[in-house]
Each structure stands twice: as structure tokens, then as C-alpha cells.
């Protein structure tokens, strides 16, 4: 930068005035101005012009009095929210331990207690049908799959849907011509299925014979009984039965 | 004619007595918190009418900022003098003020020349008694504040801070959160339109 033009120099003036540039640049820019007149005015425009500001600036007025009443307020309010800030509460809140040891044991406790409550709901056997508290359930919802009601006049009978295959497990039980009797009991739900099917009477075939027949009933399904026009659970009892009839020849 | 980045400025401008009192002041001394206000207030004040040219505005934007200032001191690492960085937060401040004045209450605003006919000129009131001398320095200063507030807002603020608070390019950098190259350029763009509006000063 040691020989400038105008054009280049005014783009450093602003620079130049500030004393922002360095000193090759500062010694080449004083170069200029020696001998350039126009330039210089330039400069001495640009330095009228930050005095104009700078005392205009000074010109303003300046209400010391409001400007310190609003640094107390905002260092009050600093002071409030300081207080109020949740690291501020927390170390506040664990000052005395005593509290602090008592707070954890009530709660130590109510999680004890929680836990013994979902226990005990857990682990009880169901409610026996004869109790009071399975009486009340039964009032309560009569009919329902869990309390099944007795058929009376008063309702529709469930009718069958799918057949039981019984007939053919009845005949090969029955080896001699006796007379083959099965009583069955279960629940029709309200959904027409065949649960907690039972044997109440067996009068042939072993065990698994009449296991596969009680299998057989389950299968069974039903369109469920109504009563006043809403599904009711009914407890059933089939009695399934092979009879021999032996008739006589008149000779 | 080099230009850094201000981020990769390394500064160490805290002096040890202010980083007592900035570290009395982290830990929630009330009396530092009074001290630090007192010190920084007045120029935080000038800072923010200078910039919004609004008595009201700038006790506000000064409140908001040493709120601000005592909020996220614990982020001040020293990368800067605390006035420079005070003077970083005033000028962010002012920016978001002006942008929600613009959209919002530009009708309410109360110009300087209201301030100033309301608690009267500081330096022209104790000038001495020439009537003609003091009303030509007020057709004068009225003049350059209009001329200011014309300005687009970073330039303004370039031109403040270099002419009226004195910074150097390099803080001023960092208070606008800028390259040195870019305060020079906003420089140079805000004396060019000065001049034009001021040309016969």
C-alpha cells in the first residue's frame, strides 16, 4: 500500500479514523493526505461527523434518579426469583433432616402398603359361591357366565346349534344290552358355549370313555337363553341314554 | 486490513476484582448483584436509548438485561471484558425489543425529542447562557438522532458503539456477534449515510 489512489484510499478512510488499520497501513494512508487536499477533507468531514454524534449523545438527558430506581427493582426481582428457583427450595427443603427422614418413611410406608394391597388382591383364592360375598355377587348380577341361573317358565331354553357327537360314544360303551345312562351337568353362557361341563352319573364305560364324552358336550353350542329379551347363563343337565329293546317272536 | 472472526477471540479482559464479583454474584450475594448494577447501569442505559431513541424502552430493556446478565452469568467464561459481554446482551436485547416494537406498538413510542422536552437537555441546559448557540446545537442534535434512527438497525449499532461508547472493532465484534470485517463494512455504509443526510454540518 505505498502509493494510493483516491478511490482506494476512501475505502479506508472510515478505518483510518478510527485507527483500526495497521501501522504499514496507517503510514500509507498520512502519506496520502499530505499532498492529496481532497482527501483530507474527506477525513476531516468523517472526524466532524463522530464529534456531531458524540455530542448529541451527550445532549440527552440522564434521569440518574429512575435509572438506579430501576436497578434496585431489577436486582430485587433477581433476588425473588433466586428464591423462588427450585435448586433454592430443594437445598431449603433438605436443611433440617428431620423432615427430610420423616418425608422418606411416609413414603417408604404408602409403598409398603401399595404393595401388600396388589398382594393380597394377588394372591386370595376366588370367592366361594356360598359366601356372603358370593351371594351379594350373585344378586348383583344374576345370570351373568361366572353366576348362571336355574331355567324357569319365565325364559326362552337355549337351543341347539352344533350337535354334540354323543350318540356313537353312548354305543360303544354300551358292550352288553343293558340299559347305558350318562347325566351331565354344565354352564350355557351367554355367549352359547358349554362350560364347567361335570358328570353327575355314569352308569357304564371307563374313564376315558366319559372323559371323550364330556369333551364332546363342550363342543357343543347353543343359541343362549334369554330372559325379557337379554342373554342369560343357565346351568343344564343332559342326560344322554342307549335303551335295548328286545321283542318277542309269535311262533 | 485483517478480519477475524470475533468467536476465535481469546480475551482475557476479567480483571481479578471482577471476577470476585462476578463469582459473589453467581452465588446469589445480593450486595455484589447492587454493585454489579451500579456499575453497568448508567452505560446500559445510554446504551439502549441510543439505540431505541425511547426513554421507557430503555429503562425496560435495561431491567431485561441485568435480569438476563444475572441469569446466565454462570455461562460468562471470560472470553471478554463483563462490559463487553454486558454490552452484547443490551444490544440483543435492544434487536428483539425493536422487532416486537415494529410489529406491535410503534404508535406508542415516545421519541427522544419528547424525552428530552420532558427532563430537558443535559449538556445544552449547562452550556451557558447563549440562546442562539444552544438551539442551533438542538436543530443540530435532533437532526443526527433522526439521521440514526433512519439507519438500518446493526449499523446503527456499529455507529454507536464506535462513536458514542468508544469501542474498538474487535469488541464491537463481539457485541453484535459478527466478523471484524463486518463492522468495518457497516462502518463505513453508516458514515456514508450520515454524511449524506448531514452533508452541511
Known amino acids: 500500500m505505498t502509493r494510493l489512489t483516491c478511490a482506494r484510499l476512501r475505502r479506508h478512510l472510515s478505518g483510518f479514523c478510527d485507527r483500526e488499520l495497521t501501522v504499514q497501513e496507517m503510514c500509507a494512508v498520512e502519506t496520502h493526505l499530505e499532498r492529496c487536499k481532497g482527501c483530507a477533507r474527506e477525513v476531516e468531514r468523517l472526524q466532524r461527523l463522530g464529534q ?22 431489577t436486582v430485587a426481582r433477581a433476588e425473588a426469583e433466586r428464591e423462588q428457583s427450585v435448586r433454592v427450595r430443594m437445598s431449603r427443603a433438605f436443611e433440617d433432616m428431620h423432615l427430610v427422614w420423616a418425608a422418606l418413611a411416609a413414603t417408604a410406608a404408602t409403598g409398603l402398603c401399595a404393595a401388600l394391597l396388589v398382594g393380597v388382591g394377588y394372591l386370595a383364592p376366588q370367592v366361594r359361591a356360598d359366601s356372603l360375598a358370593g351371594i351379594l355377587a350373585a344378586l348383583a348380577a344374576p345370570g351373568s357366565n361366572l353366576y348362571p341361573v336355574s331355567i324357569d317358565e319365565r325364559m326362552v331354553p337355549p337351543r341347539v346349534v352344533r350337535e354334540p357327537a354323543v350318540s356313537a360314544l353312548v354305543e360303544e360303551s354300551s358292550s352288553t344290552d343293558d340299559d347305558v345312562v350318562f347325566a351331565l351337568a354344565a354352564v350355557v353362557t351367554r355367549e352359547g358355549l358349554v362350560v364347567r361341563p361335570s358328570v353327575l352319573r355314569a352308569s357304564a364305560g371307563d374313564h376315558e370313555t366319559v372323559s371323550r364324552l364330556v369333551r364332546a358336550v363342550s363342543e357343543a353350542r347353543f343359541s343362549p337363553a334369554s330372559f325379557a329379551g337379554a342373554p342369560v347363563a343357565v346351568n343344564m343337565v343332559w342326560v344322554v341314554t342307549h335303551t335295548t329293546v328286545r321283542g318277542k317272536t309269535i311262533s | 486490513m485483517s478480519a477475524k472472526p470475533a468467536a476465535a477471540l481469546a480475551w482475557t479482559g476479567v480483571e481479578t476484582g471482577e471476577a470476585a464479583l462476578i463469582a459473589r454474584c453467581s452465588a446469589g450475594d445480593e450486595v455484589a448483584c447492587s454493585d454489579l448494577v451500579e456499575q453497568h447501569q448508567r452505560m446500559v442505559y445510554q446504551l439502549a436509548l441510543h439505540l431505541l431513541g425511547d426513554h421507557n424502552e430503555a429503562l425496560d430493556v435495561s431491567q431485561e438485561v441485568f435480569l438476563r446478565v444475572f441469569r446466565t452469568l454462570g455461562t460468562f467464561k471470560g472470553q471478554s471484558s463483563l462490559r463487553t459481554w454486558i454490552y452484547r446482551i443490551v444490544v440483543n436485547q435492544a434487536w428483539n425489543r425493536q422487532r416486537w416494537w415494529r410489529r406491535r406498538r410503534q404508535g406508542d413510542q415516545v421519541s427522544l425529542d419528547e424525552h428530552v422536552r420532558a427532563r430537558g437537555e443535559r449538556a445544552f441546559r449547562d452550556a451557558g447562557p447563549a440562546p442562539d448557540r444552544l438551539l442551533d446545537q438542538k436543530e443540530t442534535a435532533d437532526r443526527v438522532w433522526r439521521a ?16 458514542i461508547d468508544g469501542l474498538s472493532y474487535e469488541e464491537i465484534a463481539f457485541s453484535l456477534g459478527v466478523a471484524g470485517g463486518t463492522v468495518k463494512s457497516r462502518l463505513a455504509r453508516a458514515r456514508e449515510a450520515l454524511r449524506a443526510q448531514l452533508v452541511d454540518l
Open chain 1, 52 to 73: 456531531v454524534i458524540r455530542r448529541a449523545a451527550t445532549g440527552l438527558p440522564l434521569p440518574l434518579d429512575e435509572i438506579a430506581r430501576a436497578g434496585q427493582a
Open chain 2, 148 to 163: 440514526l434512527e433512519q439507519l438500518p438497525f446493526e449499523q446503527r449499532t456499529a455507529i454507536v458503539l464506535r462513536e
